[in-house]
């Protein structure tokens, strides 16, 4: 049984900083990527940032105000969130993938207030 889960969502003003955890437990292997994703209600859900083999890209929207960083050996993955804005509100996703599997977390909420 494999978990990740996300942690640091909460309300932030605009122009604030949000700091989002991922940790997986239950793992006995290593994930090769692990990303960040988000996603608004009645929205498909969006990239926001992926890291591989220390290689990181990001949405445009987030570009230069987001940084995701990944410890492959505790299969943990941060994302850094500065300058945030209203429209980096939703539901963010911490991804870890192994060859052709993916695991999800549970998302946390973000909410940036204007």
């Known amino acids: 049984q494999v978990q990740l889960v996300e942690s640091g969502g909460g309300l932030v003003q605009a122009g604030g900083s949000l700091r989002l955890s991922c940790a997986a437990s239950?793992?006995?292997?290593?994930?090769?990527?692990m990303g960040w994703y988000r996603q608004a209600p009645g929205k498909r859900r969006e990239l926001v940032g992926i890291?591989?083999?220390?290689?990181?890209n990001y949405a445009d929207s987030v570009k230069g105000r987001f940084t995701i960083s990944m410890d492959n050996a505790k299969n943990t993955a941060d994302l850094q969130m500065n300058s945030l804005k209203p429209e980096d509100t939703g539901v963010y996703y911490c991804?870890?993938?192994?060859?052709?599997?993916?695991?999800w977390g549970q998302g946390t909420q973000v909410t940036v207030s204007s």
């Open positions: 991804c870890g993938g192994i060859f052709s599997d993916e695991y």
């Open positions: 890291i591989n083999a220390g290689i990181t």
């Open positions: 239950g793992s006995i292997f290593r994930f090769n990527v």
